[in-house]
């Protein structure tokens, strides 16, 4: 059971708009800078956003992330059937030793 | 271009011992923390250990702690994980990934490598 709740599956047609979520806590996502994984089918994953809403070099602005107390979302408009994929979220605890955690993943279908 | 080529993945027996290797390039090896996370068959991702660029800093998870070592060489630009006393549960692909840790400030894996299948079976 993953300390970041994320809704384990959503689908939107191509070329619309979908809004991923990462439910937290005030000892992680209140607290700390959230990011976000893609990991496309039989792939690693890959960063697409990171510190909330920045994106690595070569991430297209279709992917935009936000925060809002203990609750971030991934945005993914235009959708395409390459987005299909597996997305994470991830932050850290403060009430863990260890303090890397990341969300269950949320499961993309593009109709 | 950054790349991180993990190895060492096999068929281990209950109990055994195997030990994961993560050769980088593209980059300042030396420059950056590495952390080791694995994902169990259809499962979510699970962070494992995390090693400092000097190596003088680790940490691991719950779950792993007192049966894993990391550790790193930066003159062969490698990173490792030695696994002992491994269970079924371990069973999963094995990632590494550079790690930007800033303590009290951010934290996020910017690259990974393609994996490597550990299978824990008798």
């Known amino acids: 059971q993953s300390v970041l709740t994320q809704p384990p599956s959503v689908s939107a047609a191509a070329g619309q708009k979908v809004t991923i979520s990462c439910s937290g806590s005030s000892s992680n996502i209140g607290d700390n800078y959230v990011s976000w994984y893609q990991q496309l089918p039989g792939t690693a994953p890959k960063l697409l956003i990171y510190?909330?809403?920045k994106r690595p070099s070569g991430i297209p602005d279709r992917f935009s992330g936000s925060k809002s107390g203990t609750s971030a979302t991934l945005d993914i408009t235009g959708l395409q059937t390459g987005d299909e994929a597996d997305y994470y979220c991830g932050t850290w605890d403060d009430d863990l030793s260890y303090g890397r955690v990341f969300g269950g993943g949320t499961r993309l279908t593009v109709l | 271009q950054v790349q991180l080529v993990e190895s060492g993945g096999d068929l281990v027996k209950p109990g055994g011992s195997l030990r994961l290797s993560c050769a980088a390039s593209?980059?300042?090896?030396?420059?950056?923390?590495m952390s080791w996370i694995r994902q169990a068959p259809g499962r979510g991702l699970e962070w494992l250990s995390y090693?400092?660029?000097?190596?003088?800093?680790?940490i691991y998870s719950d779950s792993v702690k007192g049966r894993f070592t990391i550790s790193r060489d930066n003159a062969k630009r490698s990173v490792f994980l030695q696994m002992n006393s491994l269970r079924a549960d371990d069973t999963a692909v094995y990632y590494c990934a550079r790690d930007i840790t800033v303590p009290g400030d951010t934290y996020y894996f910017h690259y990974w490598g393609q994996g490597t299948m550990v299978t824990v079976s008798s």
């Open positions: 593209g980059f300042s090896f030396s420059d950056y923390s």
């Open positions: 510190d909330n809403y």
């Open positions: 090693i400092s660029k000097s190596g003088d800093d680790i």
